[in-house]
């Protein structure tokens, strides 16, 4: 079955940076539209970032626009997000997705506090 393995997180100070990785396998990855979702502790899980196939077509929540960037490499089966200028509620659990597939990885935990 899908699976998709997220690292990259950590404890960072604000401001700082993060690049999230979610490495795929069983599936042909190029095939498939990918997300980053996240949840905070008490919260709703959210999407932060969306990716097409080849990376042609972006879309952000609005609260990490201009900071976080989501890319792709299908020769590596690699998702990526990069997270600059963390802040203090960026903290949460950040997991991978793919949307038609409903599949899921077990998530990176970030944490931005000084």
């Known amino acids: 079955q899908v699976q998709l393995v997220e690292s990259g997180g950590g404890l960072v100070q604000p401001g700082g940076s993060l690049r999230l990785s979610c490495s795929a396998s069983?599936?042909?990855?190029?095939?498939?539209?990918m997300t980053w979702y996240r949840q905070a502790p008490g919260k709703e899980r959210e999407l932060v970032a969306f990716i097409s196939r080849f990376g042609s077509n972006l879309n952000y929540t609005d609260s990490v626009k201009g900071r976080f960037t989501i890319s792709r490499d299908n020769g590596k089966k690699t998702l990526y997000l990069q997270m600059n200028s963390l802040k203090p509620e960026d903290t949460a659990v950040y997991y991978c997705?793919?949307?038609?597939?409903?599949?899921w990885g077990q998530g990176t935990q970030v944490t931005v506090s000084s």
């Open positions: 069983r599936f042909t990855f190029s095939n498939y539209a």
């Open positions: 997705h793919v949307p038609t597939l409903n599949s």
